[in-house]
């Protein structure tokens, strides 16, 4: 009856301390949340966690409090010898959305990544006509999507660095990064 008793006690412990464990995650995550909508801009990269070889991997990079950003230059590695680039769309960006005329820069494709970004002008054409838009884009900002292509299965790291970041007028913004590398898994494809 004793170790009856004992089993039932480390298991009913076992289960708190799991219960204690997932709730402690789940308010680190709040916390982490609220500190960062609290401290101005922060850059969130979106992917899938799983794709198959040959299969576009969807990289969308938003940013979280953006506030007057008017342009944005990334670099992203990756191994070049396991995938390759297929492209960025900056249709969906905000900056058109509020009047900005966009120009885009690059993509410039090198050994080990892609460099790719955009600028925005407050007329049309960027030239001196139309009714200017001098600020950038506030809340939430979606500023690409970024499509890589692996071609190989396994996983497969893709990191943004040297970021910059600037306002409507150019000068820079700081914007935090809440993760510069993702990892996706990439599977066989189905025949």
Not at 68 to 83: E, F, H
Not at 86 to 94: F, L, M, P, T
Not at 148 to 159: A, I, K, N, R, Y
């Amino acid at each position: 009856m004793v170790s009856v008793r004992q089993s039932n006690r480390s298991r009913i412990l076992r289960l708190g301390i799991s219960f204690l464990i997932v709730v402690a995650a789940l308010l680190a995550g709040f916390w982490r949340f609220s500190d960062t909508s609290a401290e101005g801009p922060v850059l969130e990269i979106l992917a899938p966690q799983q794709v198959e070889v040959g299969q576009p991997i969807e990289l969308t990079l938003v940013v979280h409090n953006a506030s007057g950003i008017g342009g944005y230059q990334p670099r992203l590695l990756y191994d070049t010898s396991r995938a390759h680039f297929s492209g960025v769309d900056h249709s969906g960006n905000q900056l058109a959305a509020i009047g900005r005329y966009i120009q885009t820069l690059g993509p410039n494709e090198f050994d080990g990544g892609v460099s790719f970004g955009l600028y925005s002008c407050p007329v049309d054409e960027c030239g001196s006509t139309g009714k200017p838009v001098d600020r950038g884009a506030d809340g939430e900002l979606i500023l690409a999507t970024v499509l890589v292509t692996p071609d190989q299965p396994g996983p497969l790291s893709l990191e943004l660095s040297d970021l910059r970041f600037s306002d409507a007028s150019g000068a820079e913004v700081a914007v935090d990064a809440t993760s510069l590398v993702v990892v996706v898994d990439v599977v066989p494809g189905q025949e």
